[in-house]
């Protein structure tokens, strides 16, 4: 079992800057892709970014690329996404995920989920 916790949503006018952080606990952290998935009031989830092991691999979604960063901290078991320039269309529940050794690039792909963390983006 991994558990993941979220932190850092909240209320941001566009064109500002939010940075989510997910705490895993649980099993080794290091084996684990990385990632963050999304989902908009009546949307599916979505897949947001990922990193691999060693934070030297990431992969975004187009919507997301050049505004997005993902990172990885290992040594402290998290995952964070700094998110900048933000857009009223990217207001969603923000999940974070993770899989054992292979990358989520769908919602039924990926092994264990956070809460979820609310961000809100007004225009």
């Known amino acids: 079992q991994v558990q993941l916790v979220e932190s850092g949503g909240g209320l941001v006018q566009a064109g500002g800057s939010l940075r989510l952080s997910c705490v895993a606990s649980?099993?080794?952290?290091?084996?684990?892709?990385m990632g963050w998935f999304r989902q908009a009031p009546g949307k599916e989830r979505e897949f947001v970014a990922t990193?691999?092991?060693?934070?030297?691999?990431?992969l975004y979604a187009d919507s997301v690329k050049g505004r997005f960063t993902i990172s990885r901290d290992n040594a402290k078991n998290t995952v964070n996404l700094q998110m900048n320039s933000l857009k009223p269309e990217d207001t969603a529940v923000y999940y974070c995920?993770?899989?054992?050794?292979?990358?989520?690039?769908?919602?039924?792909?990926?092994?264990?989920w956070g809460q979820g963390t609310q961000v809100t983006v007004s225009s």
């Open positions: 995920a993770c899989r054992y050794l292979w990358v989520p690039r769908r919602p039924t792909e990926v092994d264990y």
């Open positions: 990193i691999k092991f060693s934070g030297a691999s990431t």
């Open positions: 649980g099993r080794t952290f290091s084996n684990y892709v």
